[in-house]
């Protein structure tokens, strides 16, 4: 809504005639805004709540007094002092409550004479002016009379010990506030007691309190009205002017689908379902009830799934929230939130549950409560229940009880009756209906967040030649979970596959879709694809599962003992690589793929030259797109942040989540994978060529043996030298035309490798005790870490990796 603009005013009928005067109640912030805007006041001055929050109130409220004559019913009103006006009060020139007469011109309604009260507020929050307005054409006319045409009434104030009965009279106070926290009523509700009471003047004689029960003042069966006169001075006591009986009934009636309907707007604003529940549980107090609790099926909160069969003593239920309006604190340790606890069999509360049907108790006595209490144990509820009105009401969706509430009033408030039992049902019938939107958005996010877990890696921190850390978050939007995922996948020599993945879309397929595609590059990768081959393979498969598969992708390949990255990019934001020799961070320049999907075009794999300490640094484009901004400033702040120095891989990934994670949170989720390629230095590896040659064998075990006394690993000498016997063996014995090479690489572990030019892959044959051959990759198997064979341009490599007892030399994780 553009706030210089008034909204417009949507005409209201002006019902004369005896019944029900609504009171507008407004709230004013301190910009002079709207904060709460009543039902009343929607009436009143016919602006919608939804249009009126937000604006300034000056140009939604009558501002000025009566200032000019007229023709009517209302002259004699008119020609009394209309007091101050009211944006004195709003411009905030009054520290003191003020009262007076203004008049509305509406073109849908004519004119309209406004009363008003104006409270200045206090206190730490942001409400700094309380307005109480009533329509004083429709006051006079419920005077009833012949005179009541041109009988004046005034606001006023008063204070409310003067009338009988005033403690229940400020008790009820609360009720003629807007929907608002219990908090910021009691604080406003204090201020107002002692500023003084809301009162209307009718002929300067009766003073008639403002009650919740109309707006209004109402005589029967009410609080008297109170004559200004006193007998002792000599002067007589005026007659109070009868007036006729208001419909009760129908009062009574609108007074509860304005609660169901203003309630109705409050809830299920989020489809959070903790949210929901403290919306709907504080809708209730202090309008229809003193004291609410709501509770909640175990399995309901903890996304579980719909409940199966109806609840039993076993069923375990979850205390949400509790509302009230008491001291605060003043039921935490009866009744506290967040406990869990099973209702036993002989209480109103597991009647309810059962049952699927509201239980009222208009009151709760003393053996009553004592009966109830003695239910539970090590818990005594009878401060809480004793004197008290009870009506519990079920939440239901299918039929099926979800949770209840237990609603409470006040000793000296009306009971609840039959009418607050269809009132209480409704309410919870709309309750029921949002928390079971909120429950299955729930449970579908827990499943879409359970399976995403399950297909996100745990990747190892160390690989060969390289540090890695990575980062997932989710997004704030609903749907959040996405298919953005991240890998490491070992590779022979050493090498090391690092994958960046983003399916389009979000929620429980995107999910699905992402394990599907993550799985396949995973099988790809170990196939030892160069990445070029491996995203046009994806792109075809993609093609095969379906249309809607759309993902970009990042796949780069890194050699540590090559000192090299090949790199390929099927409609991937760039990577960042920080250069450890002058800490510059910069976008790498590759050649970019349409989206693995789309089908029928080509990818290149590009090579980029790297040194020990160097950074790459792979995301999703949720890190650096923001709506309404160019992704080249995003990708400028990931440079920026990427280049800052830090103590750790962690830190380092820390800072830029930080730095690019806007306040409001990122609306995509996003992956970000980081890696130090520290290379694997000349002094860890070791290679030779051996001949086809049976003699080679004995020359390969003294090779090994040197190498490893030299690296200062004897423990691995025996193993090592039994493994590359059979490997070496192996090869001559299938070998072609070529020589042999052995490789010795050192790391975390010893990694050792025996190629040959024959293409066809190792296999681990079943031998049986007569069998004479086929047992070399069985002792393999039996003695190495991992092992296992890949293809070559030249035919194929067996490798094996075997554990080192003890580090074989002491590294830094500094930069």
């Not at 699905?512 to 491996?534: D, H, K, W």
Request: net charge negative.
């Amino acid at each position: 809504m553009d706030l210089g603009v008034s909204p417009q005013r949507t005409p209201q009928p002006r019902d004369t005639a005896a019944g029900r005067v609504p009171l507008a109640v407004v709230v004013v912030d301190t910009d002079g805004l709207v904060s709460h805007w009543s039902t009343g006041a929607g009436r009143l001055f016919g602006i919608p709540r939804a249009q009126a929050v937000g604006c300034p109130a000056g140009e939604l409220l009558p501002v000025s007094g009566v200032l000019s004559q007229g023709d009517g019913p209302s002259a004699e009103a008119e020609r009394a002092d209309p007091g101050p006006a009211l944006d004195s009060s709003l411009s905030g020139d009054f520290a003191y409550p003020a009262a007076g007469s203004a008049r509305l011109d509406d073109p849908g309604r004519g004119r309209i004479d406004v009363l008003w009260w104006a409270y200045p507020l206090v206190g730490p929050g942001p409400e700094r002016l309380l307005v109480l307005a009533a329509d004083g054409a429709r006051l006079r006319g419920a005077e009833g009379g012949e005179d009541a045409r041109t009988r004046t009434v005034a606001p006023g104030f008063a204070a409310h010990t003067d009338f009988p009965g005033y403690p229940e009279l400020s008790a009820r106070l609360p009720e003629i506030l807007p929907n608002m926290s219990v908090q910021e009523a009691t604080r406003i509700v204090a201020q107002v007691l002692e500023l003084g009471y809301p009162v209307l003047e009718f002929s300067h004689h009766d003073r008639i309190p403002v009650t919740p029960d109309w707006g209004v003042p109402k005589r029967a069966g009410g609080i008297p009205a109170q004559s200004e006169g006193h007998a002792a001075d000599g002067a007589a006591a005026p007659r109070a002017v009868p007036r006729p009986e208001l419909d009760l009934e129908y009062a009574a009636v609108r007074e509860r689908l304005e609660f169901l309907n203003e309630v109705s707007g409050r809830i299920g604003t989020s489809l959070d379902l903790e949210r929901t529940i403290r919306e709907v549980t504080s809708a209730a107090v202090p309008r229809f009830s003193d004291f609410a609790g709501t509770h909640l099926r175990a399995a309901v909160l903890a996304g579980e799934g719909f409940p199966d069969g109806p609840p039993d003593v076993t069923t375990v239920w979850h205390r949400v929230w509790v509302e009230h309006n008491d001291e605060p604190g003043r039921w935490d340790d009866t009744v506290p939130v967040g406990e869990s606890i099973a209702f036993p069999e002989h209480t109103p509360f597991f009647q309810c549950m059962v049952t699927g049907e509201p239980v009222i108790v208009p009151y709760v006595s003393e053996e009553l409560s004592n009966r109830i209490s003695g239910e539970f144990e090590k818990r005594d509820l009878r401060p809480l229940i004793t004197h008290r009105s009870l009506l519990i009401v079920p939440l239901k969706a299918r039929d099926v009880v979800l949770g209840f509430m237990v609603l409470m009033r006040r000793p000296g408030r009306e009971p609840f009756d039959d009418m607050d039992r269809t009132t209480g049902a409704e309410l919870a019938a709309r309750a029921g209906l949002v928390l079971d939107n909120a429950r299955m958005y729930t449970y579908q996010e827990n499943v879409a967040e359970t399976l995403q877990d399950s297909m996100l890696p745990n990747v190892e921190p160390r690989m060969a030649g390289c540090d890695i850390a990575t980062r997932y978050l989710p997004g704030t939007r609903l749907g959040r979970i996405g298919g953005d995922w991240f890998d490491s996948v070992k590779l022979p020599g050493s090498r090391t596959a690092l994958v960046v993945g983003d399916v389009m879309g979000h929620g429980l397929n995107s999910a699905a879709m992402m394990g599907q595609l993550r799985t396949a590059v995973l099988t790809m990768a170990t196939m030892e694809l160069p990445p070029a081959q491996l995203l046009r393979n994806l792109d075809d498969l993609a093609q095969r599962l379906g249309e809607q598969y759309l993902a970009t992708c990042l796949y780069a390949v890194y050699d540590p003992i090559g000192h090299e990255l090949q790199i390929a990019n099927a409609g991937h934001i760039p990577p960042v690589l920080v250069r450890a020799e002058d800490g510059r961070a910069e976008l790498l320049d590759l050649p970019t793929g349409a989206p693995i999907g789309v089908g029928q075009v080509a990818f290149e794999t590009a090579t980029v030259r790297v040194r020990p300490g160097d950074r790459l640094i792979l995301c999703t484009d949720g890190l650096v797109e923001v709506r309404g901004q160019d992704i080249g400033a995003g990708l400028a702040a990931l440079c920026a942040s990427a280049a800052h120095p830090a103590a750790s891989m962690d830190d380092a990934c820390d800072t830029i989540i930080r730095a690019l994670n806007p306040r409001d949170g990122r609306k995509d989720d996003v992956a970000l994978l980081m890696a130090r390629l520290n290379g694997i230095g000349d002094d860890d590896v070791a290679e030779w060529q051996l001949a086809l040659d049976p003699r080679e064998v004995s020359r390969a075990r003294r090779l090994v043996r040197g190498k490893l006394l030299d690296w200062e690993l004897p423990d691995a000498v025996e193993s090592a030298e039994l493994m590359v016997s059979e490997l070496v063996t192996n090869a001559v014995k299938h070998g072609r035309t070529h020589h042999i090479g052995l490789r010795l690489v050192r790391t975390g572990a010893l990694l050792c490798e025996v190629s040959d030019d024959e293409p066809a892959p190792a296999s681990l044959l079943g031998v049986t005790a007569n069998d004479e051959f086929g047992r070399g990759l069985v002792v393999v198997s039996s003695l190495a870490r991992e092992w296992g064979t890949s293809g070559t341009a030249r035919g194929k490599t067996v490798w094996f990796e075997l554990a080192l007892s003890r580090p074989s030399r002491k590294r830094t994780n500094g930069w």
